[in-house]
């Protein structure tokens, strides 16, 4: 009699639970349609997930050595420095085999990159600043790290990668659901999530949970849009400082935004001994507002690439 009443137990919970699901998984169609796929998950050695709605995970990789990516830093041949508009729009790996794309993006400029400079001390033949600076000073996340620890950080990127792989298994079956003040809201488990090569350092994937991958798919792209975005703040003396010198090349370039400005670049160029490469826009594409796909990236890193006249 007991086995009989605990069998009808967890059948009515378990019929309840899949009742519930159904149910929110309805509800959430209604509201934000249907799920996008899972994208592919990221293999140790080849890629890794950089960034998702609950944290990035460069800033402690890079600055703490973690699995290898200080080492990569210190030992590069070129070095590509700047914003996330040179972390998505240039190809480190094009340059050789040995190169690493240190840009990093969350409003990040050039003041943490400069901390890895001091820590590493590479010696790179090319070193290549894009001269975008959304902000002076450090980001959020690059304050974090710099008043963390080897330890402290390490569980943060653990934790940020056990995030994603929880909503990775969530993604189409349940969607996340967000209490507010009055509001109910549905989205996707998987919000945004941005991959890179596990060696260089290039991005690999955008993904979103409402619109799938949409860094590498053309017929997601735009022109360049005119919004407005906030101007380009000017590297300090002491970031400046901080690159000069610390490769026998250093080229500097502005990767196109709305309202990019070029006269920054040459400037940065000039105070840096560099060499300054414009690009134009007409041809590029952007896969939102302000950072160009992954085509466009091609364009962007084969002008780089071109010889010196």
Known sequence: MQA?????????????????????????????????PRPPLPVPGVSYVSATYDGQTDHSLFYFNLFGFGDRIKSAKTLVIGSSHAEFGIDAKQFGPTAFNMALGG?????FATALLRKYRPRPSLVVV??????????????????????????YVLN???????????????????????????????????MRNWHSADV????????????????KATP???????PSIPPS????????????????????????????GRKMAEDLRGRFVELAPGKLRFFDSHHVNASSRAIVTKELLKPQP
Do not use: K
């Open 4 to 36: 009989s009443a605990q069998r009808s137990f967890w059948f009515a919970a378990i019929a309840t639970a899949v009742a519930c699901g159904v149910a929110a998984q309805c509800m959430s169609v209604a509201q934000i349609g249907t799920q996008a």
């Open 107 to 111: 409003g990040e400029g050039l003041t």
């Open 130 to 155: 894009d001269s975008y600076g959304p902000d002076e000073g450090l980001s959020t996340e690059g304050a974090r790290t710099l008043s963390s620890t080897p330890t402290s950080s390490l569980q």
């Open 160 to 194: 940020v990668w056990s995030g994603f792989l929880r909503d990775w298994l969530l993604q189409g079956l349940l969607p996340r659901l967000t209490i507010g003040l009055h509001t109910l809201s549905w989205e996707p488990p998987l919000r945004s999530v941005v």
């Open 204 to 219: 690999t994937m955008f993904y979103s949970g409402r619109l799938g991958e949409f860094f590498t798919d053309p017929t």
């Open 224 to 230: 360049i849009q005119p919004i407005h975005t906030r």
């Open 237 to 264: 003396p002491e970031n400046l400082a901080a690159i000069l010198d610390v490769a026998a090349e250093t080229v500097v370039t502005t990767v196109p935004y709305p309202g990019f400005d070029l006269a920054l």
